[in-house]
Every structure is written in structure tokens, then in C-alpha cells.
């Protein structure tokens, strides 16, 4: 249930539209909006007498909510929720963040290359997987503590934020002192104890799709960080499983409107993971813009051949520069810069 107040309300009248609803037995979440102020119910609203709150002064009408996700949800929470990761660097708002690096870290002068090349050419902050679930359990799982030590000599000698990625609430400790957004992956996202842990900072979260996520439990895995208390969560669509074999996954670019139509949260894409070819990289990234996500996150290798992982979906330094002259003008027919 969500109460809208009216324009102009007291002070007094707000405090008995709380009362009124705490006494249905739920915990009121106060939403202030630029036009609206929004209280939420929080728990079983049935107790609540309907008819009664509509009567009360400074209330302007009273809605049932079906959905399940609350604080994730836009009518809790009208207007746009807008993330920062790093001072003056955000996403949700006008400007669209692209975040940009390799795959996984593999030495110190390729992702600090890397990361000098990406910030020349407009990436505002850095990728790079330093513990990487693999499906085979042969395959390179990643430097672990080492690539994380890798990224941050990395901020120092360009000043990009890090964007890597957590598997374990055993390092959620280490994650929160030495990157600045914690990725958790299509593979964790119903991880709720990790969800739980992460609800307790308030560390910045890019939380990617499961592999065969609907939107509702995407949404929902996002309210399992949002009510521990952490507000700062990022969505993102990296392609969901379907029958189709030639991309590594489907594009699901629809859920970045039905996302932003539901909730309030930030929506990046991911086109790197969810066409697994680097030809199809750029094309995917213009239409995710022209679909309305609030950015990118994109895979660059300086030598995509002999990358350790996933160098088939990996575009070069000279094909992102290229990139982001065409996401620019993309950006700017949708009323968005870079």
C-alpha cells in the first residue's frame, strides 16, 4: 500500500497519516519525491482501514501495491534514483555512465593500459574480473587478492572508480574497502545471503540479471540489498538463456523499459556477455542507449586473441573509441550525454 499526500501538507498532517498506518501494524517508509510525498507500508497492510486513511486531512489518495518488491518499487519511490560510485561520478541522471575494461585482470601493465585507453575515450570508470566463476572448473578462474591489487594500481595512474566483481561473503570486507562498485553476477543474483550482507553497507551494487531471471525476481533480489538499508543498487540486463545458440545469450533490451517503467533503480546493459561476439558489440550498445539504460558496461582488451577469457567478446581500445563516438550522438536523439 502507498499513501500520496497533498500538495501543501502539514506537518501534523503527516504525522497522523504515519500514526494511522502504523496502527494497521506496518513500518511507514517516508518518500519524498520533487513533486510528491509518498508513504509506504511496509509488511501486511491489510489491517489498515482504507476508507479511514483517504478521509484524513493532507491525503490525496491511497493505492494498493501488488507487486512483492517495495522499496525497489516507483510508486514508493516516483522519481529516478540516481547512484554515485565515485565523486562526480554517478548514473541515473542525464549523463550515462560507461564503464569499460577487460574481462579479467591478467597483469599489471595490460589492465593499466587498458585503462588509460578506455578513459581517453570517454569511460568513466573501470571493469576488470579478479574472481571469475567459470563453468568449466579448468578454465582461468581469475587472480584473485593480486588482480585486485592490479585495479587499484590502476585508479591510481588513471583516477577511473573499479567496478569487479564479489562471489564470496567471506571477501565482502575486503571488496568494501578497496573497489568502488561491487559487481555481483548473473550466477550470485539470488544469492540472498550475499544480497542480506551486502544490505548492511553502503557500498555501490551493479546487480546483473540471472541467467534465466524473471524481471520480478530481479526486482526482488534488488529489495533483499535495498531492505538491509543500502540504497545505492544498480541493475543490469547482460542477456538472459533462451534456445537460441548463436549469441551466448539473449539481449532482453524489452526489460530495460519494463524495469524502468516498475522501479526507480539505475539500469545498465551489458552487450559484451549477451552477444559473446565482439562484432555485435557496438550495434547491441546503440540500440540499449536508444532503449532508454542509463549506460554500458563493455569488455576491452588490448589483444582480444590471447585473452585469458572471453576474448571472442572483447572489443579493442581503437573499436571503443569508435564506440563512443557513435553512443554520443545515439545519446544525444534521447536527450542523454556521455
Not at 104 to 120: F, G, P
Not at 316 to 332: H, I, N, Y
Request: hydrophobic share 40%; charged share 25%.
Amino acid at each position: 500500500m502507498v499513501v500520496i499526500m497533498k500538495p501543501g501538507f502539514s506537518q501534523e498532517e503527516l504525522n497522523s497519516a504515519i500514526k494511522e498506518m502504523e496502527r494497521g501494524g506496518v513500518n511507514v517508509m517516508i518518500s519524498r519525491g520533487s513533486e510528491t510525498t509518498i508513504l509506504g507500508a511496509e509488511g501486511n497492510a491489510q489491517g489498515i482501514d482504507i476508507e479511514k486513511m483517504q478521509a484524513l486531512p493532507g491525503v490525496e489518495r491511497v493505492m494498493r501495491v501488488s507487486e512483492p518488491y517495495k522499496k525497489a518499487n516507483r510508486k514508493y519511490h516516483p522519481d529516478d534514483s540516481v547512484v554515485e560510485i565515485a565523486p562526480g561520478v554517478s548514473v541515473g541522471g542525464e549523463r550515462l555512465l560507461v564503464v569499460a575494461g577487460p574481462c579479467s585482470v591478467e597483469s599489471e601493465e595490460q589492465i593499466t593500459a587498458v585503462a588509460r585507453d578506455v578513459k581517453a575515450d570517454g569511460a568513466q570508470a573501470l571493469r576488470g574480473g579478479a574472481f571469475k566463476p567459470r563453468t568449466s572448473p579448468y578454465a582461468f578462474q581469475g587472480m584473485g587478492y593480486g588482480g585486485l591489487d592490479l585495479l587499484e594500481k590502476a585508479r591510481i595512474a588513471t583516477g577511473l572508480p573499479v567496478v569487479t566483481e564479489l562471489m564470496s561473503t567471506d571477501d565482502i570486507d575486503y571488496f568494501v574497502e578497496h573497489v568502488d562498485v561491487i559487481q555481483i553476477g548473473a550466477r550470485n543474483m539470488q544469492n540472498f545471503d550475499l544480497l542480506k550482507r551486502l544490505g548492511k553497507t553502503t557500498k555501490p551494487i551493479l546487480l546483473k540479471r540471472g541467467l534465466s531471471a524473471t524481471i520480478e525476481e530481479w526486482l526482488m533480489s534488488a529489495e533483499y540489498i535495498l531492505a538491509g538499508g543500502n540504497p545505492n543498487v544498480i541493475l543490469c540486463e547482460r542477456g538472459i538463456r533462451t534456445f537460441e545458440t548463436f549469441t551466448r545469450n539473449t539481449l532482453d533490451l524489452s526489460a530495460v523499459l519494463a524495469v524502468k517503467r516498475q522501479s526507480h533503480l539505475p539500469v545498465m546493459v551489458d552487450p559484451s556477455h549477451a552477444s559473446g561476439q565482439a562484432w555485435m558489440v557496438e550495434r547491441m550498445s546503440l540500440a540499449a542507449i536508444a532503449a532508454g539504460a542509463d549506460g554500458l558496461i563493455i569488455e576491452v582488451h588490448n589483444d582480444p586473441v590471447h585473452a585469458l577469457c572471453d576474448g571472442q567478446q572483447s572489443i579493442t581500445p581503437a573499436q571503443f573509441k569508435d564506440l563512443m563516438d557513435r553512443v554520443g550522438r545515439v545519446a544525444e536523439c534521447v536527450g542523454r550525454t556521455i
